[in-house]
């Protein structure tokens, strides 16, 4: 089965300092991994996908099959990136369209 | 125009209610889906259904029940509240939820959520 795990739960940066929310995941196949977002008192939106390559926001992730990890990461953190963020996977095939979720890693970019 | 909507949005009450959540989503997809977040801020897939067709049932309590009457809506269902079940349930729905091999998975866009108390 697969798993994906974000092994920081609450991360705190600097306006204007570099970040990284890292997210690896386990899965033997060829999964499609996406970081989602959730601002406060917002529904929960994606933020990018591996398969789109593009930077949205500023962010950008990179899926290191390697290393199985697909971190998210923004050079200059602004503080509306204060938001609660979400990697997931999906396996494709058989798992129908389940999106499975790590833990959230809650960011906070202070002034 | 929001496009995945959930009714309530806060809900409280007590052990042992039977109580219903409702979502619509006017995007003209195929595939909803319900998903819950507990305390912890874990996010899990519940159910998932398909043109009113059940495509996922993971290992969820068969207390809680999913309908869907046509394929914009999809309610659920919980009977025998318990402590446990507080959480908040989020809504999305996709195009469609096969991926084709080598094709983008289909994105899911959810509703606001749901925050559920049993007292």
């Known amino acids: 089965a697969q798993r994906v795990t974000q092994p920081e739960k609450l991360l705190s940066v600097f306006k204007g300092a570099p970040v990284e929310l890292k997210c690896n995941y386990s899965y033997s196949g060829s999964p499609e991994l996406f970081w989602y977002v959730q601002y406060s008192r917002q529904r929960l939106q994606l933020l990018l996908r591996?398969?789109s390559r593009e930077s949205i926001k500023g962010f950008t992730a990179d899926l290191n099959k390697g290393e199985t990890s697909f971190h998210l990461k923004k050079p200059f953190a602004q503080e509306e990136d204060s938001a609660m963020y979400y990697c997931a996977l999906d396996a494709g095939g058989t798992s129908y369209g389940k999106l499975t979720f790590g833990q959230g890693t809650i960011l906070t970019v202070h002034p | 125009d929001t496009a995945v909507s959930q009714t309530p949005k806060y809900l409280v009450t007590q052990m042992g209610n039977d109580k219903s959540i409702k979502c619509e989503q006017n995007l003209g997809h195929d595939t909803m889906y319900w998903y819950k977040q507990d305390s912890k801020k874990f996010l899990k897939i519940m159910f998932s259904?398909?043109?009113?067709?059940?495509?996922i049932n993971e290992t969820v309590p068969n207390r809680f029940s999913p309908k869907s009457p046509d394929k914009a809506h999809l309610n659920l269902h919980i009977n025998s509240l318990e402590l446990g079940d507080s959480a908040v349930y989020f809504c999305a729905s996709s195009q469609d939820y096969a991926r084709v091999a080598g094709e983008p998975a289909y994105e899911q866009y959810f509703g606001p959520g749901t925050r559920l108390t049993v007292t």
């Open positions: 591996h398969i």
């Open positions: 259904y398909n043109n009113k067709e059940l495509i």
